[in-house]
Nanobody
């Protein structure tokens, strides 16, 4: 059974940084394209970043986070990361990990002014 478990969320001031982690189990992790999504209160879930399988050499980002967020993966640890810098209040959301099929339960990021 595949499980995705996010961690690393919290409360941070605007301009600050957080690093989210998503630990995967029950799948051949390195073969999976991995993604981060987020859902702000009252809004639809949106795609934040995607990283290709294996080496993770290809990444894509939502325009709203380009230049501030970085997605990466460590296949030895079955973990995908989202480094978030220069956070803004509009980044406040629950962040979810996804492997194109499965979802984690999410981790809450709150950015204060």
């Amino acid at each position: 059974q595949v499980q995705l478990v996010e961690s690393g969320g919290g409360l941070v001031q605007a301009g600050g940084s957080l690093r989210l982690s998503c630990a995967a189990s029950g799948s051949i992790f390195r073969s999976n394209v991995m993604a981060w999504y987020r859902q702000a209160p009252g809004k639809q879930r949106e795609l934040v970043a995607v990283i290709s399988s294996d080496s993770g050499s290809v990444t894509t980002y939502a325009d709203s986070v380009k230049g501030r967020f970085t997605i990466s993966r460590d296949n030895a640890k079955n973990t995908v990361y989202l480094q978030m810098n220069n956070l803004k209040p509009e980044d406040t959301a629950v962040y979810y990990c996804n492997d194109r099929t499965h979802w984690g339960k999410g981790t809450l990021v709150t950015v204060s002014t």
